[in-house]
């Protein structure tokens, strides 16, 4: 189960996954808002938080997570978190092993999480439902980032289920065409 702790949250903060499971992880904190009481009403305490990037918007509710329940923080990032993530490393997230996927372009510290078992994917701010990660903050670039959503394109092929974006909603109807048109918005 993958519960996006942002729901409803009106503030300036990114989409914040908490997945049940074996392992129980938060993928991204999001930002001012109350993520702690967030776990709690859903009861299930992360033992990892990762990090698909370091932008205060998905990494602003960290100190208060940390106190509250000392998860492991995993980010590509060497000084971001407990430990370093490294492209094409295995990692188990919920009851699922998950690739690691190095996808510069709006970030130099970003990567995207895939599962090909159950086809989903934690994208970060790559890709979104409508559109792609913006590339006109520090380290943002362009044709690095249309080379890692074409990276990404190719690594979940066709058979993608679930697409979880950083910003906005999730995508199950065709998320590996929605990839794909992030592509193509990217290129113009
Ligand atoms: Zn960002």
Redesign the pocket.
């Known amino acids: 189960m993958i519960s996006n702790l942002a729901d409803g949250v009106d503030t300036f903060t990114?989409n914040a996954f908490l997945v049940a499971g074996d392992r129980p992880t938060l993928v991204d904190t999001g930002a001012n808002f109350d993520a702690v009481a967030a776990v709690e009403e859903r009861g299930i305490e992360p033992e990892r938080i990762v990090l698909t990037?370091t932008?205060p918007?998905?990494v602003g509710n960290l100190g208060a997570l940390r106190e509250a329940f000392d998860p492991e923080v995993l980010a590509y990032d060497p000084d971001a978190g407990d430990g370093e993530l490294d492209d094409g490393e295995a990692l188990a997230i919920g009851d699922h092993d998950y690739e690691v996927l190095y996808t510069p372009g709006?970030?130099d510290d970003h990567v995207c999480l895939y599962a090909p078992k159950p086809g989903i994917c934690f994208a970060?701010?790559l890709v979104f439902e409508r559109g792609f990660?913006r590339t006109d903050?520090p380290e943002g670039d362009r044709a690095t980032l249309v080379e890692s959503i074409d990276r990404l394109a190719d690594r979940v092929g066709p058979d993608l289920r679930e697409l979880h974006p950083?910003h906005g909603p999730s995508v199950t109807d065709d998320p590996s065409g929605t990839i794909e048109l992030a592509g193509r918005m990217a290129r113009q």
């Open positions: 990114s990037h932008h918007d998905h709006h970030k970060g701010d990660g903050l950083g």
